[in-house]
């Protein structure tokens, strides 16, 4: 089946800080990537959408600048989490999809925690 | 906009037996996919069966089948024979260009 890697798998940062999370198709080229945001015990909620070689589509409520998204390649998308605050600390999780895979095929998780 | 609805936050059931998963959604879309994830406490999303809107036939995945009421806007999921590796959280999923999760069922698997 279709793989996604996330790396990395935990990171913490100082407030302030920026850290970035990637994203990875291992064995089919992801048009389209999505990044998720899953507090504990809560669903998952869309923050992006991003496809290859173009600007990422944020949802309402979601900060661009704050959360930058890029999709340089079809096997890999980044999400950068600028000038981190206690706030953003949460289970961030990608998902990829191909325009010949129809479902999302989702990464492990990346849990971060801000101090 | 579409809308999925979960009404049991949580749910148990006793090794070997069988239990149901409830889910509704709200949508004007005729043509559409729906899913069932699971969410073990590892927290990799696993699909666990999907359905098609245009076909009346309900899926079935070994112990897992689906009970798909398009007219009334409803996907519940049925696992039979449960295991303790079925303990999870799962979402019904509904999807179009992005996917729209439920809130979630938490699933916990007696011996």
């Known amino acids: 089946g279709a793989v996604v890697s996330q790396h990395p798998s935990r990171v913490i940062c100082k407030s302030g800080t920026s850290v970035k999370i990637e994203c990875r198709s291992l064995d089919f080229q992801a048009t389209t990537m999505f990044w998720y945001r899953q507090f504990p015990k809560k669903s998952l909620m869309l923050m992006a959408t991003s496809n290859e070689g173009s600007k990422a589509t944020y949802e309402q409520g979601v900060e661009k600048d704050k959360f930058l998204i890029n999709h340089a390649s079809l096997t890999l998308s980044t999400l950068t989490v600028t000038s981190a605050h206690p706030e953003d600390s949460s289970f961030y999780i990608c998902?990829?999809?191909?325009?010949?895979?129809?479902?999302?095929?989702f990464g492990p998780g990346t849990r971060l925690t801000v101090t | 906009a579409q809308t999925v609805t979960q009404s049991q936050p949580e749910m148990s059931v006793q090794e070997a037996e069988t239990v149901t998963l409830s889910c509704t959604y709200d949508?004007?879309?005729?043509?559409?996919?729906l899913f069932w994830y699971k969410q073990p406490p590892s927290r990799q999303m696993i699909l666990v069966i999907r359905?098609?809107?245009?076909?009346?036939q309900n899926a079935t995945e070994n112990r897992f089948s689906v009970n798909f009421q398009k007219a009334a806007k409803s996907f519940s999921l049925k696992i039979s024979d449960s295991q303790l590796g079925d303990a999870a959280m799962y979402f019904c999923?509904?999807?179009?260009?992005?996917?729209?999760f439920g809130t979630g069922t938490r699933l916990q698997v007696f011996p």
């Open positions: 999923v509904y999807n179009t260009d992005k996917l729209i």
């Open positions: 949508t004007s879309e005729s043509d559409y996919y």
């Open positions: 359905q098609e809107a245009y076909k009346q």
């Open positions: 998902s990829a999809r191909s325009d010949r895979i129809y479902e999302q095929y």
